[in-house]
């Protein structure tokens, strides 16, 4: 690993440049830069919004490179917002996909298709016992929806606790169980959602070890539904590690106490793993695994189609029955081409080392990022497992004053060295670090060196 130089100067750049690569970029002859920014500008919807102070056109990309239209290439250290698992344009997720395609672009699932219960089966053998019956989206949001209308309609109950922090979607629905008021429109929601303290021990409100604060925090469910519910619930929802809200989690007994506590009070417990599921925590293929606990579902989205439009539920065969009362159809829910990106992306994980990958490199890359908190001090917290990490940034350790403005120019700085990281937490202060799993050791030490060059420069301004 590189040694931080605290001789280098304010402007020098990184020593480092991006590890070499045997691919080389098409040319590109599309619309200009500035004519996609009139483009959007005049024909997409206002809400539509870039993340750099001069938007970013990328036009191609390779396992964990993008290039933009100079053939530039880029370190991604974002995955397409967690969604990237095995790599941009993986050649075996890619083969499959054009091979379906070709074939059967679409079916519905009122016929028979292979694909469909087969990616069903893959996902049991990767649940524990009697987690076995899935059901094929489109969305995080939506499987999230879906989840919470099969808990109350197999409880029979209607409140649902969620975390504070949490995201869950942007659906109507979903909105009422995400807990950031910035991703939250005043329309529609679902009054029967309640919100609890957040585990996480950098910013509780709780005193004492994160053990002591784990605990506390799970106490406050059954106060809630002492004091704001008929006294059942129907399900609690958590991210095993919140993506949006900065890769925070609590103490490993958390979740234990949590998921107890809402079986006590009638509850089903829904593990949202659209982000840290397929691997990305390391040690585990899922998000959940990592605190000892069992859902009674599984949400996912994002890495289960490597950029392909899927999600799924996945559930008890008990609970589901609760939703053939009624008859529910999903039009693009196991879609050919989908399914085929699904299967094809498990078949990654396994064959590559994927998870093992996420568990080596991540370990390399956090204990990097604790030993720059040792030089750096706008970094609060260094937190998160495996490739699903986040780094807090802090104008004051004591005070945790979010260093908002600075987190804006560690981006733009790494942008300018090579590399594209992500932001979030409830004041964006958060840098979000969550590449496609394929990175590699070369790769972290790039990143390691940018960050540090960038943090020197946010500090200076």
């Known amino acids: 690993m590189t040694a931080i130089a605290p001789e280098r100067t304010l402007d020098a750049p990184p020593r480092h440049q991006l590890p070499p690569t045997d691919h080389v970029p098409r040319p590109y002859t599309g619309p200009s830069r500035d004519e996609i920014l009139a483009m959007r500008k005049q024909f997409a919807n206002p809400a539509v919004f870039t993340l750099y102070r001069e938007p970013l056109l990328i036009v191609e990309g390779h396992m964990q490179y993008l290039y933009d239209e100079t053939g530039r290439r880029y370190l991604d250290l974002f995955a397409g917002i967690v969604t990237v698992s095995v790599g941009h344009c993986h050649p075996t997720v890619v083969k499959r996909v054009q091979e379906q395609v070709a074939t059967l672009q679409h079916a519905t699932t009122i016929y028979l298709h292979p694909s469909f219960p087969l990616l069903a089966k893959k996902l049991a053998a990767k649940m524990p016992p009697g987690l076995d019956v899935t059901y094929f989206v489109n969305s995080g949001s939506e499987a999230n929806d879906l989840a919470i209308t099969m808990a109350r309609l197999h409880t029979g109950h209607r409140d649902v606790i969620a975390l504070r922090n949490a995201y869950h979607g942007g659906s109507p629905s979903a909105q009422g169980l995400t807990s950031h008021h910035t991703w939250k429109f005043p329309a529609g929601g679902d009054g029967h959602v309640h919100h609890v303290v957040n585990p996480d021990p950098y910013r509780s409100p709780f005193s004492g070890t994160p053990e002591e604060i784990a605990t506390k925090s799970a106490r406050e469910i ?105 008859i529910h159809f999903n039009t693009y829910g196991g879609n050919p081409v989908s399914m085929a990106a699904g299967l094809a992306v498990l078949d990654v994980i396994e064959q590559e080392g994927i998870q093992e990958n996420a568990r080596v490199v991540g370990g390399r890359l956090k204990a990097g990022l604790q030993r720059l908190q040792q030089s750096h001090a706008l970094i609060g917290d260094v937190r998160g497992m495996g490739l699903m990490l986040g780094v807090e940034l802090v104008r004051d350790r004591a005070t945790k004053e979010p260093a908002q403005q600075q987190t804006l120019d560690v981006l733009e700085a790494m942008r300018e060295s090579g590399a594209l990281i992500g932001k979030g937490g409830l004041d964006g202060n958060v840098l979000r670090i969550k590449p496609p799993m394929c990175i590699t050791a070369a790769d972290v030490d790039f990143a390691l060196d940018a960050l540090d060059h960038a943090l020197t420069l946010a500090a200076r301004a």
């Open 222 to 326: 059954r106060e809630i539904v002492r004091y704001s519910t008929p006294g059942k619930i129907a399900a609690f929802i958590a991210e095993p590690i919140q993506g949006v809200g900065g890769a925070t989690h609590g103490a490993p007994n958390y979740l234990r106490e949590a998921y107890a506590i809402t079986r006590e009070h009638g509850g089903l417990c829904i593990a949202d793993e659209v982000q840290t599921g397929f691997g990305r925590t390391g040690e585990h293929f899922w998000g959940f695994q990592n605190f000892g606990v069992v859902p009674d579902f599984v949400t996912m989205a994002k890495g289960i189609g490597n950029g392909a439009p899927l999600a799924a539920v996945t559930t008890r065969s008990d609970i589901a029955q609760a939703l053939t009362q009624r």
